[in-house]
């Protein structure tokens, strides 16, 4: 298995709702990613996991908040979000220095 | 900020090779170089990795100058289906991408 899979494809919200993304990888990966990314804009990286603990949080609001509850899963819970959070959210996993596999992504929109 | 300096968009006609640089002059030593290849509402797919001189796959060839400062992906004889956002990144700690080069491939 050679994909990283994200559920669902496509999600809409109201402001007061709570939901969840989720990633997984069997490839046996150590590092996942979270990004968002706006229409012709590039990713914007959000969360990095490495061996399970959250390392890097670039300063992303509290409304989405970040699980890794195992090696080949990641989770973003969404709360209160605003129609601006309106995006592509992509998950991505990588062993070292060998590349990145990119998920297809979560198209969420927020009313 | 990322580290990389790429043009914002090229064109190209079906047929032609298409060079697409990439500025990296803060590179560090054990800095690999990767190119990422993006279609609309999906997500970036590896194409080319490398560290120095010339790498190359089915898909593209990667060239690395002495210097490491600046990187060059080479698609040989692009189609349609070609047109899409690349971008390269350096590093494997820093997952930060810049604003890559939108090819646009005409017939």
Known sequence: DTEVTQ???????????????????HMGHRAMYWYKQKAKKPPELMFVYSYEKLSINESVPSRFSPECPNSSLLNLHLHALQ???????????????YGYTF????????V | ?????????????????????????????????TWYQQFPSQGPRFIIQGYKTKVTNEVASLFIPADRKSSTLSLP???????AVYYCLVGEDDMRFGAGTRLTVKP
């Open chain 2, 77 to 83: 004889r692009v189609s349609l289906s070609d047109t």
């Open chain 1, 83 to 97: 129609p601006e959070d309106s995006a592509l959210y992509l998950c991505a996993s990588s062993q070292e220095a």
């Open chain 1, 103 to 110: 998920g297809s992504g979560t198209r969420l929109t927020v």
């Open chain 2, 1 to 33: 900020l990322a580290k990389t300096t790429q043009p914002i968009s090229m064109d190209s006609y079906e047929g032609q090779e298409v060079n697409i640089t990439c500025s990296h002059n803060n590179i560090a030593t054990n800095d690999y170089i």
């Open chain 1, 7 to 25: 559920t669902p494809k496509h999600l809409v919200m109201g402001m007061t709702n709570k939901k969840s993304l989720k990633c997984e990888q």
